[in-house]
């Protein structure tokens, strides 16, 4: 055994994938030979991506497959086996079908059951390391997740191939040996390239283990990892003697990672008057056009510095090229200034006319109609939580009044930010400007939430909008397929109304969305299903704080409309489960339920204590009157761990009467009282949560 170095030296992968193709590149490699195996337990995979090359180093792989015994089942005997005892044409093709020979005398008979048949027994030899690899190859390259194929033709004129970009070298090497296979029209060898500008020139790898030192020798790191936390490094280093930080978002980091070869940080600098500019516009102008990052100072302020990220090495020590990143950053940045400038000559109010003219979706409207629509989902809303409700309304009717500005034409991603600015520069009141920013959040999965009751009646009442309107014209998720992110805006509603204790119903609150929804032509009530897609996303959220998925059930199973308490009952039902009562109480929980649902006839919770005729009958309802009033309290008082302790009290008297009474007994009216007793008893026990589903 020794080890393994494949690389494809290519043109410029897109940046944006080669992570993901990098490690789908060597995966598919590994996979491929550990199924031949040719691979040890000790094996080590390591994935190299970098702008020119993908690339795979594997530890302890075989030089040759093992030989492997197996068993061919090939044909019945009567089938196989001619009266002479000769082979049948049909076992003489089956057997070469299968590359098998040997004499028909020595090959076994095991019956299945219904037939005898033959079967042969013998060694399939093992594989040389060079076919397995082509085959390795042939199925990595297959399966690489590519974002758009590129046809070129190959060095003879006349073959055309397709693959993410044209690929230039082929290295493979079993330690300092060449393995024969080929891709893409190339033969493969030990030569790849290094830096396109330090060392363009052709350069020799003379065995698998020295790929990483060679290539940077010539000034390649081909580790994807080992340059993000070099840049990464260099980076915080750079700032730090800057008496900075820089603002370092992980899709950028990524992003320039996937674009140099051999990272050097430069600093460049813009003029201080564009500081005038939000910060949010000039950080953004900065990392998506040039890939730039900002920096801000001790206090927190953007400071008008910046680092950039080159694959060159200066002589100047990169005077020049932060010299020419200075005047690029400088007509980006004069273009946001004209924008930010331009804009405030306008109020937003003036522009929510113009949202006539932008189509929200084709059967529900402009974004104009949608305005009105959550703007009186808003103020239904604010009512309900205690918010402004004038505020909401206003908030609500601006805050889709900078899709109409030149900034946000520009940089679709500042919507609301820039909303936020332009109100407070119309003199909007602090909660109005703050709710047109807010109300997207939270905008992925660990956003922060709004943060004032305003922001939050607006920010329930656009996703509000877009759930029952979507549902209403039928566009509800498939799968995988969630265009409209309509599983993203149901568990931002969740979240406001859990984490943010808000004292009031998901069904209410979807109701006063209806009622501004069915107003459009062609929308149908589809609140039942919109409910269940809340269950089901509830239901995933509980799971992900910890819940199991029984106890999400016992939760989910009394169907609450008030959802800023669930926490508090997921860990009270936690808590209960650990008591010693828990696992008998569970179980005869389940058994009530089913004896209520067997029950002919309405059944009463209104007990006649006259009527109880046994000793453990008259003792349960004895038990049950003291705890109940108990109970109650603690659940009115929101303490659920409380209530589920006191009813813990029950276990003995509710397994003595299971015991000794007879529920279904002869005289109706015990029969209906026994049943009283039991629905009485069933109400108590399952207010916090169902715990039949508990039950083992």
């Known amino acids: 055994m020794t080890n393994l170095l494949v690389e494809l030296q290519t043109e410029e992968l897109p940046p944006k994938a080669l992570r993901k193709l990098s490690d789908a590149f060597a995966e598919g490699v590994r996979k491929s030979l550990e199924e031949g195996h040719f691979l040890e337990a000790s094996s080590q995979v390591k994935a190299y991506g970098a702008p020119r090359r993908l690339a795979v180093h594997i530890t302890d792989v075989r030089a040759k497959s093992p030989d492997e015994t197996f068993r061919q089942k090939l044909v019945p005997v009567k089938v196989g086996i001619a009266a002479d005892g000769s082979a049948t044409p049909a076992l003489v093709k089956k057997m070469a079908a299968l590359g098998i020979t040997c004499d028909v005398a020595k090959l076994e008979r095991v019956s299945d059951g219904k037939n005898e048949q033959l079967v042969y027994e013998g060694v399939r030899p093992g594989v040389e390391l060079a076919p397995a690899l082509q085959k390795a190859l042939d199925y990595a390259v297959k399966h690489l997740p590519i974002p758009k194929v590129m046809t070129y033709q190959l060095a003879d004129g006349e073959t055309t ?20 296979v080929e891709l893409f029209g190339l033969k493969s060898g030990r030569t790849t390239r290094g830096h396109r500008f330090h060392a363009p020139e052709p350069v020799e790898i003379p065995n698998a283990d020295a790929y990483e030192s060679v290539m940077n020798s010539v000034k390649v790191n081909p580790s994807f990892d080992a340059r993000r936390d070099e840049i990464k490094a260099q980076l915080e280093e750079r700032a730090a003697a800057l008496s900075a930080t820089a603002i370092m978002p992980e899709d950028l980091l990524e992003e320039v990672t996937a674009l140099t070869e051999w990272p050097v940080i430069y600093e460049s600098t813009f003029e201080k008057e564009f500081l005038s500019v939000p910060e949010e516009c000039l950080i953004l102008t900065m990392q998506l056009n040039q890939k730039y990052f900002a920096l801000r100072d001790a206090e927190g302020k953007l400071m008008n510095r910046f680092l950039l990220v080159s694959q060159l090495v200066a002589k100047d020590g990169g005077k020049a090229i932060s010299e020419g990143n200075a005047r690029v950053v400088r007509a980006r940045l004069a273009d946001a200034k004209f924008f930010y400038d331009q804009d405030q000559l306008h109020t937003l109010e003036s522009r929510v006319e113009g949202l006539e003219h932008v189509v929200y979706h084709n059967k529900l409207g402009s974004q104009h109609e949608r305005m009105l629509r959550v703007r009186a989902i808003a103020g239904g809303i604010a009512d309900l939580i205690g ?48 709710a047109i920013r807010e109300h997207y959040q939270p905008r992925y999965a660990g956003d922060e939430l709004p943060s004032t009751p305003v922001s939050l009646a607006v920010a329930l009442a656009d996703k509000l909008e877009t759930l029952v309107g979507l549902f209403g014209i039928g566009q509800l998720p498939t799968g995988e397929k969630d265009p409209f992110a309509l599983r993203r805006h149901a568990l931002g509603v969740l979240r406001m109304l859990i984490e943010k204790q808000l004292d009031v119903s998901l069904p209410e609150m979807i109701d006063a969305a209806w009622a501004a929804e069915q107003t459009v032509a062609g929308v149908t009530d589809n609140r039942a299903a919109l409910l269940e897609f809340f269950a089901d996303r509830l239901r995933v959220m509980l799971r992900d704080r910890g819940a199991s998925a029984q106890e999400a059930d016992a939760i989910l199973a009394l169907n609450p409309a008030k959802l800023a308490d669930i926490p508090a009952r997921v860990a009270a039902l936690q808590a209960f489960m650990q008591l010693p009562e828990a696992e008998s109480l569970t179980a005869a929980n389940k058994r009530i339920g089913n004896i209520l649902r067997k029950a002919e006839g309405v059944v009463e919770s209104t007990v006649n204590e006259s009527l109880l005729t046994e000793a453990e009958e008259r003792a349960l309802f004895a038990a049950l009157t003291e705890v109940e009033p108990k109970a109650e309290a603690l659940y009115a008082e929101g303490r659920f761990e409380d209530m589920l302790v ?34 009485r008893l069933y109400g108590v026990m399952n207010r916090v949560a169902e715990i039949a589903r508990l039950a083992k």
């Open 646 to 679: 006191a009813i813990a009290a029950l276990r003995a008297p509710v397994d003595a009467f299971f015991e000794k009474v007879m529920v279904n007994a002869e005289d109706p009216a015990l029969r209906a009282n026994r049943l009283a007793l039991l629905s």
């Open 387 to 434: 918010a402004d409700r004038t505020q909401a309304e206003r908030a609500a009717t601006l805050a889709k009044a900078d899709l109409r500005t030149l900034m946000v034409g520009e940089f679709p991603e500042l919507q609301g930010i820039m909303g936020e600015y332009y109100a407070r520069h119309d003199g909007e009141p602090a909660d109005v400007a703050l």
């Open 161 to 180: 191939v397709s693959f993410v970009r044209p690929v230039r070298y082929l290295t493979a090497l079993y330690g300092a040996e060449i393995v024969p």
